[in-house]
């Protein structure tokens, strides 16, 4: 069985400054992960993507994710927040290796960028 | 289109109405998925098709759920007899392998 916590339900940071959301994942084999964005009202937009290769893999909008297998974590960042980031963010992981894949999502962060 | 489409995008039922809920996905794409997001929840796996055959339905919540995708492209979810705690966000996702795109959800409101 497959799960994503995410560790903070709500992050706060100032526009300008560096933003870290934290997810980890549990995986009887090798994931998939994945981090999505919704703004309100709005379906998931996806951000970035790691299947396999390297583990550092960069994203839109300036986000970017490091697969770390030692520590089970796929946190997200970005060096300097703009006040158009502010949403919800949604980690989630997939088996990798299978034909298809549901996806199992943390519970969300929510991002707010202040002024 | 460019990407996916649901309809409606908004529903207000009385409990124990039956809704439908249709999504288009992107085409060409064989995979297509439906997820339930509870207010302040991630989303969660109801049902995956391929092509038009339905290959994982472990994630209906109950017979009261049903979905179909009879010729391969467009998707229905129904619910018979709504009860409140189906309210809900259902959001429709076509794609790949490895990626899943998704429509912008169909807000369900039980009254």
């Known amino acids: 069985a497959q799960s994503v916590t995410q560790l903070g339900s709500h992050v706060s940071v100032s526009e300008g400054a560096l933003v870290l959301l934290r997810c980890n994942y549990s995986s009887s084999v090798p994931p998939y992960l994945f981090w999505y964005v919704q703004y309100p009202n709005q379906g998931l937009q996806l951000l970035l993507k790691?299947?396999?290769?390297?583990?550092l893999v960069k994203g839109i909008n300036g986000f970017e994710a490091e697969f770390k297998k030692s520590e089970t974590s796929f946190h997200l960042t970005k060096p300097s927040a703009h006040m158009s980031d502010a949403a919800e963010y949604f980690c989630?992981?997939?088996?990798?290796?299978?034909?298809?894949?549901?996806?199992?999502f943390g519970q969300g962060t929510i991002l707010t960028v202040h002024p | 289109g460019a990407g996916v489409s649901q309809s409606p995008r908004y529903k207000v039922a009385k409990r124990g109405q039956d809704v439908a809920l249709r999504c288009d996905p992107i085409s060409g794409h064989v995979s297509l998925f439906w997820y339930q997001q509870a207010l302040g929840q991630g989303p969660e796996f109801l049902t995956y098709f391929q092509n038009e055959a339905q290959l994982d339905k472990s994630g209906l919540p109950s017979d009261r759920f049903f979905a179909e995708r009879p010729e391969g492209s467009v998707s229905t979810l129904k619910i018979q007899r709504t009860q409140q705690e189906d309210s809900a966000v259902y959001l429709c996702?076509?794609?790949?392998?490895?990626?899943?795109?998704f429509g912008p959800g169909t807000r369900l409101l039980v009254l």
């Open positions: 996702a076509s794609g790949g392998f490895e990626t899943q795109y």
């Open positions: 989630a992981v997939k088996n990798g290796g299978t034909s298809y894949g549901k996806l199992t």
């Open positions: 790691y299947t396999t290769g390297a583990t």
